[in-house]
């Protein structure tokens, strides 16, 4: 029976990561569509209909690109970083509230936080791996800000578990069957969704690829699969950022076809974003951090509180 249990458990993970990717192949056919017509042009259109294996096209030629790697390099970590990358972005995902008995964590969001800070790492030792004085750079830009705003995704979290009184995922399900969080925590939503794109490095917070001012950020010495993990990986993180902020603020009935067209919705707004804001510029990045993210998140951690505390006499 056990072993029936584990062959399960295999396969619903590989179904899963499975998923995953192809959703990140036709993601990056979204946003380059979407770029397309917010630059009044057309997106990728040439290969099949309307370019919908252009993704897979790209994939193919990334991956039998020659692997090129800079001599003075540290082979094994410049190696392992963007494999290690991906497989925390694939891993996350394990934590999604499935009613099934598969992927039961009580400790869910813990495991999500755990997660997330294990990225910077992997972003921190690419940079540092390539030997090279501007990935290096991009490396360091990108994990203080990734550092700086996990303080205030951690206390935002931690003001969700005074609310529902559980670790557990599955208790955003019972809690948001009558009405949503986004109603009721709407500034709260506004701040977790510029935090995830500042998680995710993308714009305005794009300061680990900041293409327009360094030569490419923390990923330039990457060529061929090694940039195409890299890019794997942060696209499933966008993709898993979407499904949290639908999670906590949409309403979580997994099993549920509008579950996934709102976290698609999500995700294009990932897209928009990019197409309208400039870069945000590094000080005021940090200025948002520390003067307007962490107070907020303390002043309304200290709300839920003292609103337990109170309904508790």
């Given at each position: 029976m ?23 192949a ?12 917010i ?9 099949g209909l ?31 970083s ?19 008995k ?11 936080l755990?997660?997330m800070?294990?990225?910077?790492y ?8 390539s ?12 994990v ?31 809690y ?31 300061f ?9 950020g ?28 639908c999670l906590?603020f ?10 996934f067209?709102?976290?698609m919705?999500i ?5 928009w ?22 107070p ?8 839920f509180?003292?609103?337990k505390?109170?309904m508790?006499i």
């Open positions: 056990l072993f029936m249990e584990n062959i399960l458990f295999i396969i619903s993970s590989l179904m899963l990561i499975i998923c995953i990717l192809v959703s990140v036709f993601l990056t056919l979204l946003e380059r569509k979407v770029l397309g017509y630059q009044i042009r057309k997106g990728p259109n040439k290969v309307m370019g919908i294996f252009q993704p897979f096209c790209d994939a193919i030629k990334l991956f039998t690109k020659e692997q090129t790697y800079p001599m003075l390099s540290n082979y094994i970590s410049y190696y392992f963007p494999i290690f990358s991906l497989f925390l972005s694939l891993l996350v995902w394990m934590c999604m509230p499935m009613f099934v598969l992927f039961s964590f009580n400790l869910g969001l813990f495991f999500f755990c997660c800070s294990m990225g910077v992997t972003v921190m030792i690419a940079g540092w791996s030997n090279s004085n501007y990935s290096l750079l991009g490396g360091l830009r990108s203080a800000q990734t550092i700086s705003y996990e303080v205030s995704m951690a206390l935002i979290l931690l003001s969700f578990i005074f609310l529902i009184g559980s670790y557990n995922m599955l208790m955003f399900y019972k948001q069957m009558f009405i949503w969080f986004l109603f009721i925590l709407f500034p709260f939503s506004l701040v977790w969704f510029s935090i995830s794109l500042a998680e995710t490095n993308r714009t305005p917070f794009d680990a690829e900041g293409e327009s001012e360094l030569v490419s923390f990923n330039v010495e990457y060529s061929s699969g090694g940039f195409a993990l890299i890019f794997l990986a942060e696209y499933a993180s966008i993709l898993f950022m979407s499904m949290i902020f906590l949409l309403g979580a009935d997994v099993y549920n076809f509008f579950f067209f709102k976290l919705l995700s294009f707004m990932f897209i974003v990019r197409g309208t804001l400039p870069r945000f510029r590094y000080d005021k990045l940090m200025y948002l951090a520390w003067k307007s993210f962490l907020f998140s303390l002043n309304m951690l200290l709300f509180l003292g609103l505390v109170f508790i």
